[in-house]
Each structure stands twice: as C-alpha cells, then as structure tokens.
C-alpha cells in the first residue's frame, strides 16, 4: 500500500489527533498480541464508516454487510502483518471501497435482483437513514464515482489521500469529484432554485 | 466545477453524511461482529505462531540429533530432552466435535466415507459411502457405496446390501416406521423396502433431485420434464401433479406432511398437499435447504458475491427473510438439531462447522477435516437426528 499523507492540522485538534492514533496504535498492538476487547474496540470503532462507505458504493443493506464484514475478517487474517505504525482507518477503508467497487461492477454486469436483499433493507428500521433524495441522486453515478464522494465526504479524506488508497493519479480523484459533484448538482437544482 | 447554488447545495449535504447512519447498520454490526469475532477468536496465539517458527527449527535440530544419536551414545540424551520439550506443547485431546450440543448425532459425509459424530466429540464410522442418509427414528442409515445401497447400524454393522447394474444415488428413507427406502438410479426411481428386499421401479425419466417422503407410502419427486409429483407408491396413484417454472434443487415435506418446499436455484415455493401454491419466494442464487422441525420455517443458503448467506425463511406468511450468517465461503450443508434451537452449517473453506444458536450466536467449531483422520476430507453435513428417538 502506497504511504498515506499525515493528518495536517494545529493546535488542540492536532493534539486530539495525535493522542487518538496513540490510542489506537496501543488498540492495534493489544489485538495482533490476542486481545478480543482490543479488537472489538476497533471494530465499533470503524464498523459505521466501513458499512456506510460500502452503503453508499453499493446501495444495498445486505451487500454492505457482505462487503465491510469480509474487509473486517481480511483485516483479521492480515492483522499480524500490519504495520501498526500506519494508520488502521485508511487500511481497513482500502479494502472496504475496493470491493465494494468490484461487487458492484458484477452486480451491474448480472442485473442481479435480489429481493432478500431490498427486504432486508426495507425492514431495518433507522432513524433518518441514508435513503433521501441524495441518495438517490448517487444512485445514478457509477460505483467509482461514488466510492470517491464517500472517501471524500463521509469519511473526510483529502483527494490526495484518496489518491493513495485507490491506487490513482490525483488528478483523476479530482476529475471524478468534480464529475460526481456537478452530476448531484444537476439533480439536486430543480429542488433548490 | 459550477460554482451555483446547486453545487454549494449538493456539497453541504454531502457534508451532512457523516452524521447520518445508513440502513440496517445497528443490526448489521451485531451480526458481522460474531462472525468477526470467531474469525479473531481461531487465529493462533502470537506465542504460537512463534512457537511454530521455533518448532520447525526444532524439527530440523532433531533430524540432526537424531542422526547424531544413531552414531553416537550421547545423542540418546539429547534426544531425550528434546522429546520432553515437545510434548509440553501437545494437544489438548479435546475435539473439535466436543462442542456439538447433546440431543442426536450428526451424519456427517467425506471422500473417506461416513461418520456418526456424537456430542461428546467421539467418532464412528459407518462405511465407505460418498451419501447417507438416516432412518426416521435414527435406529439406520442408508449409504451408498459405488453400486451398492447399503443399510447400517449407527454402529456400522450392515443389516442389508444391494447390488445394482448401475450407480444409485439420492436415498431418502420414508418417514413414519421406515417401512421403504427411495433411491435414484441413471434417470429412474426405485422404491425397496426397508429390510431390503422387492426392490422395484417406480418412475422413469426423474430429475436428479432427491425425493421427499409426505408418509411412509406417498412420495415426490422431480420428473425430468420439470414437474414435481406426488405418487402413492403402494397403489402407484399420482395424488397430483404440477408443472412449474424453475426445476426444484432440493424438495422437503414439514414433518405433519401438510406442505412440501421447493427450492430452485431462484427462490422457493410451499405447496399444500394438494400441489396448490401457497407460497413463493424470489431469492437469486439459493443452494440448500434445511426445514425446521416445527415447519414454521426454513433455512437457506444464498451464495452471491459477497459469499454465501445464511437466511432464516418464514413459511407461514410472506415475512422478510433473517440472515443468520453472512460472508461464508463454499457451505457444505446445513441441518437444524432435532430441538429445532440451532443449525448447523457446514462451512468448507474456513474448515469449520459453524453452530447458529439462539440469538443468532454462531459458534464455531474449527479445523473439522483433522477431526476424520488423514486424508478423509471436509466432512458434510448430511443429517442431525433424532428427535423421535
């Protein structure tokens, strides 16, 4: 994995920062040594970024299951490995939109109709849930596009930390950003003029 | 980038996901954490990982050693030493099996034959079959080996053979006092009886699909044309007949023979014992069948790209499906206990049995295949009995 770019910042939010990858190198370390409560830690720690960034690449309760459980288990089988020097987030969140993309490509491919899945989405009650206008707005970008507008927005990497975890030349990120954000605009303004 | 209203609007809103929590993601966590959980739980402590490292090391000093011992009257104890030092890492000697609740005993089939795995994690094996299946009290089973059809004891003594021309395949022994066993045999059905004796033909042209008992004398099963029968085998009466649109994979009666499931590889449908529809289920992609002992519901597997699923179906009513296990690799099987309180999934990529409980707690039991002894293989799940017994 290419290196990712520091957090920037001063001041106390750089100090929180700091002290919060402290926090979470010890978490790493506590977990590839056998500790499950550190481990745990670390999953209700990233369980919400990981499902909603797959959420928003798939559009499917049941698939962003499938997607960010199986980058959890990933995560397990490749913990000892793990440079707990990097950060965890950028890691788990790699492997996250990667294979949400690709599910996505195929799903696209098989025109698959899943109704276990759209009831499972149905029946999950969720207050105010990811499921508005907007949502429905990303439904019309590709799942590469939408991979890059939740990196972006939902999970607040900067586009040349984007760059780095999926492997592409900044100037595509930007290209795509700008792509998605004028695509959700040309949606969004019938409402907003 | 247009610098409009709508993109300022586009961009705040985006900037409103974080707080926001996606659909079913409460849920969701609960159930990957089990399942990430048991994947934590079975990778080796780190002092034995390195512990491995050291034991090949070892390994090789021992080859050394013990060459040196063959030559040499003080390499006896070196090596005497070194055996100690292994043996404090031995196996514990429990089972993997061990973790099967009481209440019955599972079948379980391999490319070394078949097993009756008892809770207490103790073995027996029953044959040389590639399929089994049990009697409905769980006094036999049925297997087949090559061109036999063999019937056994849970101990393994065989009470019955018989030899065919061609490979049988599918058995399916008859409910009630197991009064006949049917089987299938290059495109035919067979019915004989349950001491193994008037072995007759009952329906040519049949699809590959194991038939399911309604009683001990009425039977269904898939013609080859696509549609399911139900024949009284006694009087060869068909009760009904019914064309459908998606082949069935697999076919089985509720235990108080009033409604029969369907599965094909798109969904599922129930049937009264008329052969009316009752109920059908769209899901892409299903593979097994297990039925609950109540009837009340199902449990399928899905496989899709994510992997396979687990998911618990209604069969009274059209209510949503509940995944009970998700992100599974190749399942070999599933089977409800004779409780009805857990299934058992039989997953082959990760080498384990996986025991869904109450709560949908799923509990592994791992590394299955070394259960069986070299070069058995990954044992499937082929049967939990018995609740009659």
Known sequence: MAALPAAGGTGVAARFAAGSRLRERRLVRDAQRGSAEAFEVLFRRHWAGAYRAA??????????????????????????????RRPFAPW????????????????????????????????????????????AALADLGPEHRAVVALRYLLDYTPGEIAALLDLPRGTVNSRLRRALDRLATMLGEEVR | ?????????????????????????????????????????????????????????????????????????????????????????????VTAFAGLPKGGEVLAVS???AWVVYPDGALHRVGSFSEAGWSPHGWHLVGVRERRLEAVTPTGTVKWTRARPRAPHQPAWSRGEGYRVAYLEEGTLRVVAGDGTDDRLVRRRVARVTPAWRTGYVLTYTTAAGKIETLNVDSRRRVWARR????????????????????STSGLSVYDRRGRRILSRRLSGTRALALHPSGLRAAVTVAGRGGTRVLALPLTAAGPPRPLVTGLGRVDGIAWSPD????????????????????????????VSGELGAGAGFPRVAGWCCSGR
């Open chain 1, 55 to 84: 959420w928003v690449v798939m559009r499917d309760a049941a698939a962003a299951e499938d997607v960010a459980q199986e980058a959890f288990i990933a995560a397990v089988r490749a913990l000892d490995r793990f440079d707990r």
């Open chain 1, 92 to 135: 788990l969140h790699r492997i996250v939109v990667n294979r949400a993309i690709d599910a996505a490509r195929s799903r696209a491919l098989r025109r698959e109709v899943d109704t276990a899945a759209a009831e499972d989405a149905a029946a999950d009650p969720a207050p105010e849930p990811l499921s508005d206008e907007l949502t």
């Open chain 2, 1 to 93: 980038m247009r610098g409009d209203p709508a993109v300022r609007e586009a961009e705040r809103r985006l900037r409103r996901l974080p707080d926001r929590p996606a659909p079913g993601e409460a849920d969701a966590a609960d159930r990957a954490w089990r399942v990430v959980e048991a994947a934590y739980s079975e990778r080796p402590p780190r002092a034995a990982r390195r512990r491995a490292g050291w034991r090949l090391a070892l390994a090789a000093a021992i080859v050394a050693v013990g060459l040196a011992g063959a030559l040499t009257p003080a390499g006896a104890k070196v090596g005497e030493w070194i055996g100690d030092r292994l043996s404090t890492d031995s196996e514990t000697g």
């Open chain 2, 111 to 113: 490319d070394g034959g």
């Open chain 2, 244 to 263: 459908v649109a998606d082949r069935p994979a697999a076919l089985a009666w509720t235990n108080d023979g009033e409604r029969l499931v369907a599965l």
């Open chain 2, 340 to 367: 009805g309180r857990r299934l058992l999934v039989a997953s082959r990529d990760t080498d384990q049995w996986l025991l869904i409980g109450p709560g949908r707690h799923v509990r592994p039991l791992s590394g």
